[in-house]
């Protein structure tokens, strides 16, 4: 079955630290990768994507993605993360042909800290 | 604001209860999906309309009932519930389902059993 892997459930930062998610995802063929956010009290966003072209995606907020297909990874990254970047943050996977669906991680939990 | 509405924001209904959760895009869109997300779980799809037709049902009991009686509106009728079925339900929209294409979300209902 299709899935997609992230390993860290809660990670905690002080502000100015560096930042990489993980997520790994399971299936082959073509597919499309996203990360959403999700900031306490507020809706799912659309942190980035990748769909095809240049591997190292970037996105709102300073972050950005790296695409590695040899890894079936998607890691999310920000170099120096602030206070307002804490939130629950969810990788998500999907073929792009077959009718197949968007498959989502377990998610993240950053907590960045003063 | 992503361009997706969903009232209520939040529902407390007993286990005889019947109540409705309500979805509407304005963004254009062919596709809208329901979404069930509980603590500590991945995002869990729950149903698929593409252009008005359920294209999707993952294996959701029948004590949930989806309608869409158009392209911007879907609804999730809901009737003898299980205190288990507390979470949050999120509403989706894409330009088509089962393309890759990106999903929009509204803010959720979170909703409880009692």
């Known amino acids: 079955a299709q899935s997609v892997s992230q390993h860290n459930h809660h990670v905690i930062l002080s502000e100015a630290a560096s930042l990489e998610l993980g997520c790994n995802y399971s299936y082959g063929g073509t597919v499309n990768l996203f990360w959403y956010v999700q900031y306490p009290g507020q809706h799912l966003q659309l942190l980035l994507k990748?769909?095809?072209?240049?591997?190292l995606v970037k996105g709102i907020k300073g972050f950005e993605a790296e695409f590695i297909k040899s890894k079936f990874s998607f890691n999310l990254r920000k170099p120096s993360v602030q206070w307002s970047d804490t939130a629950e943050y969810f990788c998500a996977a999907c073929r792009i042909s077959g009718n197949t669906p968007l498959v989502f991680g377990k998610g993240t939990r950053l907590s960045v800290i003063a | 604001e992503t361009g997706v509405t969903q009232t209520p924001r939040h529902l407390v209904m007993g286990m005889t209860n019947k109540k409705s959760l309500k979805c509407e895009q304005h963004?254009?869109?062919?596709?809208m999906y329901w979404y069930k997300q509980s603590a500590k779980k991945p995002l869990e799809l729950m149903f698929v309309?593409?252009?008005?037709?359920?294209?999707e049902n993952n294996s959701v009991p029948s004590r949930f009932s989806p309608e869409c009686p158009n392209s911007s509106h879907l609804f999730l009728h809901l009737h003898t519930l299980q205190p288990e079925d507390s979470a949050l339900y999120l509403c989706?929209?894409?330009?088509?389902?089962?393309?890759?294409?990106?999903?929009?979300f509204g803010p959720g209902t979170r909703l409880t059993v009692l």
């Open positions: 963004l254009g869109h062919n596709a």
């Open positions: 989706a929209s894409s330009s088509l389902a089962g393309e890759g294409d990106t999903q929009y």
């Open positions: 990748y769909f095809s072209g240049d591997p």
């Open positions: 309309y593409n252009f008005k037709e359920q294209t």
